[in-house]
């Protein structure tokens, strides 16, 4: 971020008459629509699948072994899956026409890799925050 690119920003209608602890808070605060793709941990995934063990199990051969050897490594992942990811989306999609798993199943799981960001990581990139000290500077 620039202070240029910060002063644009405060300019806006909605900052006038803000403090600069209010405009860092506006910057900072949750806004709906932004949506920043995060890491769902390893269990929680496995967790939200856990299900789908009896219906690999009712798959006949090699149909059976392949999709056992999929969640093996699943399992191997050392911390977790962007499941957002195109490749992650075309497994779960394959996965769901194959009955391994469920449509809910897969929404589930997809929704635990997003979370609401904000008007600062809308301008500047996931994880980024501004400053008490930034708003000062360019105010």
Known sequence: MTDAELIAELSLPAYAG?????????????????????????GD???????CHERIAAKSEPERTMWYQ????????S????VNHPAVVSFFAKAVLASVLTQDEVDYVQS??????????????AGF???L??????S
């Open 79 to 82: 911390e977790g899956i962007y």
């Open 133 to 138: 000290n930034d708003v000062a500077r360019v």
């Open 18 to 42: 803000k403090t600069a602890t209010q405009k860092t808070d506006m910057l900072n605060a949750p806004k709906q629509g932004v949506i920043i793709p995060v890491m769902v941990p390893k």
């Open 45 to 51: 995934m496995l967790l939200a699948i856990s299900a």
């Open 129 to 131: 925050t501004v400053s």
């Open 112 to 125: 635990l890799g997003v979370r609401t960001g904000s008007r600062a990581e809308e301008l500047w990139g």
């Open 70 to 77: 999929l969640l093996a490594t699943l399992r191997s992942l």
